[in-house]
Nanobody, 138 residues
Framework: QVQLVESGGGSVQSGGSLRLSCAAS??????????MGWFRQAPGKQREGVAAIDEGGNTNYADSVRSRFTISQDKENDTVYLQMNSLKPEDTAMYYC??????????????????????????????WGRGTLVNISS
């Protein structure tokens, strides 16, 4: 069982920055193939994909955050990060990280962000964290 713990959320003003972290409880990066992603859900809205990364370090972003957010990974410490710059009020949401192993690799990092299965972003991911809240004030 893999446990994911997000941290780094908080309240900042528009234009500010935050760095989210997602730490895995086990050496999940030992998977030969995996997909990791950040997803978010704003109050009253459906979950959406934000950014994804695979075992090769390839990345993909939602259009709404491209050029502002950067996903990265530290394999030695089993941690994935989301650097968020130029934050906007519409970025306010609960942010979740998720990881999928071999079976989840049926979908690519583009699928998880751009082409949700049955309209569900993150469908197919094996493990999810509990989320960290990001609040951006104008």
């Amino acid at each position: 069982q893999v446990q994911l713990v997000e941290s780094g959320g908080g309240s900042v003003q528009s234009g500010g920055s935050l760095r989210l972290s997602c730490a895995a409880s086990v050496h999940s990066f030992a998977f030969s193939r995996y997909r990791m992603g950040w997803f978010r859900q704003a109050p009253g809205k459906q979950r959406e994909g934000v950014a994804a990364i695979d075992e090769g370090g390839n990345t993909n972003y939602a259009d709404s955050v491209r050029s502002r957010f950067t996903i990265s990974q530290d394999k030695e410490n089993d941690t994935v990060y989301l650097q968020m710059n130029s934050l906007k009020p519409e970025d306010t949401a609960m942010y979740y990280c998720a990881i999928g192993g071999q079976e989840a690799c049926v979908s690519t990092i583009f699928d998880y962000i751009d082409y949700p299965i049955d309209g569900i972003y993150g469908y197919g991911m094996d493990y999810w964290g509990r989320g960290t809240l990001v609040n951006i004030s104008s």
